[in-house]
């Protein structure tokens, strides 16, 4: 019987955690399930990660769907590896609405990693979060990096074009764009412009590619900016033939740079850290309203509710008192 087949019982959660510090990826898969599961060990886990975090780069990859990121995010783990660095990657998919769980497996497109012991890939279900980032994301991206990879790419579903949540969870946004993806101009009103700090127009071997390149230039100059502001680069990829990603590469470390001379990185971090613990409050209050509910007080109201006795404001009132 293989290890999987037959798991470590891990006693305690300290067991767990030093066994994830050690490299065992089954106790890193452990801990990542019991916090997308919102496992009631997790403020306790969290208590024990944090401290070790703060050491790995994380970039997020984005853009409309059919972008080709999958393929793109393919591309960075080779040539990081190259590099001799430990890549995690976090692919997150739309939810299923049947079990809330992530139903695209991008992890399906990177199987040429799936032995390397420097690689880690793992699916995630947005949970129909707006943002396009699930709290638990957030959450599973600090455990990466407690584990100690270097970087952590993570890929957005490519659902719509509302997923700024990227914006404050990582350092480093690509936005791909391809040829087809239209008018540049509506793309921006659409919000992802707004969050790139490199853009990569992919399968630029396609017709319109030197357009679309000439009119993210553009607009990257009509942006206020100084001496001391980072100019977006625009670069030229086709991912499947590996064109143009270590290039890509060095603009991402560049930004990395930029970050840190500019003093931007802290601000990013307290950005994330605000973010992080209003979410945690959020999901308690949730929790709260909903245990309400089932109470007799709460039945009570909401049955004052149904039968318009009380509007809504009140029962808000009643409900927070």
Do not use: C
């Not at 452990?30 to 886990?45: A, F, Q, V």
């Amino acid at each position: 019987m293989t290890p999987e087949e037959n798991p470590p019982a891990w006693k305690s959660i300290d067991e767990l955690l030093s066994a994830m510090r050690a490299g065992n990826r089954l106790a890193l898969a452990r801990l990542i399930s019991k916090i997308e599961n919102r496992d009631r060990d997790l403020p306790e886990i969290m208590k024990k990660l944090y401290p070790l975090t703060g050491h790995a780069r994380v970039l997020g990859v984005t853009g409309p769907p059919g972008a080709g990121k999958s393929t793109l995010v393919d591309r960075l783990i080779a040539h990081l590896r190259l590099l001799k660095k430990r890549v995690a990657v976090v692919a997150v998919d739309p939810s299923s609405p049947f079990s809330g769980g992530a139903i695209l497996g991008d992890r399906i497109r990177m199987q040429s990693h799936h032995l390397d012991p420097g690689v880690y890939i793992r699916s995630l279900a947005s949970r129909g979060k707006h943002g396009g980032l699930s709290h638990a994301t957030k959450e599973v991206v600090l455990t990466l990096d407690a584990a100690g990879f270097d970087y952590v790419l993570v890929e957005t579903a490519g659902v719509g074009q509302t997923e700024l949540d990227i914006l404050k969870l990582a350092q480093t946004v690509v936005v791909v764009l391809v040829p087809e993806s239209g008018d540049s101009i509506q793309v921006m009103k659409a919000g992802l412009m707004e969050i790139a700090d490199v853009f990569a127009v992919n399968k630029s071997d396609r017709p319109e590619a030197d357009k679309l390149v000439r009119e993210l230039l553009t607009m990257v100059g009509m942006a206020d900016h100084d001496e001391k502001s980072w100019l977006n680069p625009v670069l030229k990829t086709e991912a499947h033939r590996d064109v143009g990603v270590a290039e890509l590469l060095v603009a991402v470390e560049s930004h990395q740079s930029h970050l840190t001379a500019s003093g931007k990185r802290d601000a990013k971090l307290r950005d994330f850290l605000q973010e992080e613990v209003g979410d945690i409050l959020t999901e308690r209050l949730n929790e709260t309203l909903k245990n309400a509910f089932q109470t007799a007080s709460g039945q009570a109201v909401l049955e004052q509710l149904v039968k318009r006795e009380i509007d809504p404001y009140f029962a808000a009132q009643l409900i927070s008192t």
